[in-house]
T-cell receptor, first 115, second 114 residues
Framework: EAGVVQSPRYKIIEKKQPVAFWCNPI?????LYWYLQNLGQGPELLIR????????DSQLPKDRFSAERLKGVDSTLKIQPAELGDSAVYLC?????????????FGEGSRLTVL | AQSVTQLDSHVSVSEGTPVLLRCNYS??????LFWYVQHPNKGLQLLLK??????LVKGINGFEAEFKKSETSFHLTKPSAHMSDAAEYFC????????????FGPGTRLSVLP
């Protein structure tokens, strides 16, 4: 069974440019998460989807960040325009359960460097 | 609200000696607790989880953790460290009452010396 797939693995852009990250969760996993991980810190939730519905986007900086999960399968996270402080690893995870006791399955992450 | 404290940002042990990584949590209700490991440039992998069954939980690669409600702790241990255990370890709390949000601790970097 394929795991969570993210692309690109690495992205270098100049500030004010747009960038997009893609995530394909494990087949059958209805819950999808985007996390932000700064260097030396734990992941922080950006947005959580149940199928195609964003059920928690309270930590997503909506002035520059957007996300979508059309058809409730793969998802895209976009930043426009990027700022220097956005340099981080963007992690996608999926889970088969709704109750909070299930396991998160992570992709390898997309590392963004903003120059 | 949920929160996680990992008391040590960095732990260094010699190969073959015991490992102890400490975690304390804050939770209003009955939490689920997890330990994840992250090797350099790799995705996070589940080591073990506690979900209100046995308080002593065994995970992969010889790791185990004990849930102590009275101390609000979920410390991770391993009897004998191996060089391949060197990585970043994250303690995670989740509550059904907070939807399915998983809150991560800041992480503990484990170094294993030869």
């Amino acid at each position: 069974e394929a795991g969570v797939v993210q692309s690109p693995r690495y992205k270098i852009i100049e500030k004010k440019q747009p960038v997009a990250f893609w995530c394909n969760p494990i087949s059958g996993h209805n819950t999808l998460y985007w996390y932000l991980q700064n260097l030396g810190q734990g992941p922080e939730l950006l947005i959580r989807y149940e199928n195609e519905e964003a059920v928690d986007d309270s930590q997503l900086p909506k002035d520059r960040f957007s996300a979508e999960r059309l058809k409730g399968v793969d998802s895209t996270l976009k930043i426009q325009p990027a700022e220097l402080g956005d340099s981080a690893v963007y992690l996608c995870a999926s889970s088969p359960t709704r109750g909070g006791s299930g396991e998160l399955f992570f992709g390898e992450g997309s590392r963004l460097t903003v120059l | 609200a949920q929160s996680v404290t990992q008391l040590d940002s960095h732990v260094s042990v010699s190969e073959g000696t015991p490992v102890l990584l400490r975690c304390n949590y804050s939770s209003s209700y009955s939490p689920s607790l997890f330990w994840y490991v992250q090797h350099p440039n790799k995705g996070l992998q589940l080591l073990l989880k506690y979900t209100s069954a046995a308080t002593l939980v065994k995970g992969i690669n010889g790791f185990e953790a004990e849930f102590k409600k009275s101390e609000t702790s979920f410390h991770l241990t391993k009897p004998s460290a191996h060089m391949s255990d060197a990585a970043e370890y994250f303690c995670v709390v989740s509550e059904a009452n907070y939807g399915q949000n998983f809150v991560f601790g800041p992480g503990t970097r484990l170094s294993v010396l030869p």
